[in-house]
């Protein structure tokens, strides 16, 4: 079954509109979620852990928020070079498996 | 420092041919994982190794062999290519106590 489920699938935004990517998930015994950068031809880039609903991380225009059943990725003001796709993976509860969704793809218009 | 370094970068292969895709890392990390990624998939785990001489399945190792020897190197092995195993293929390192995963750039395999 689906562990991670990002929407939307893609998201086209006017420099300077602020918007956010969703991440559900299903797996029980969160060991962390995971947020990760993808440019076209590149691999996955670390940006946040989260561990804990109510938590929060942010970096530059980027905050990850955390509740019991999903993951907000906020973008305040984006620019052009924020476009990229955004993926939200969680931690299997043992072991090394991590559970990566399907990615939701922004592009910033200048 | 070169961190996760893929190798080749693009491959096509025929149906039946074998290869192996090279990964290698110079982090001294203990975990490595393998993954495919496929056009509305999100990536699928293969394999994994949690030290030297030890390996174990993921998600989709059907078709798949891995083997670590040392730290550095962990080869993804393909015996008889098939066109489902076209994909994008990205390597993988992580340190024991860290939650951060540090990829590759990819390899896109193509089976015609």
Redesign the interface.
Known sequence: EDQ?TQSPEALRLQEGESSSLNCSYTVSGLR?L?W?RQDP??????LF?LYSAGEEKEKERLKATLTKKESFLHITAPKPEDSATY?C?V?APTG????????TSLTVIP | NAGVTQTPKFRILKIGQSMTLQCTQDMNHNYMYWYRQDPGMGLKLIYYSVGAGITDKGEVPNGYNVSRSTTEDFPLRLELAAPSQTSVYFCASQDRGSEKLFFGSGTQLSVL
């Open positions: 991670v962390g995971f990760y031809g590149k691999g996955p880039e670390f852990t993926l993976a931690q090394n498996q991590f559970y990566f969704g399907t990615g």
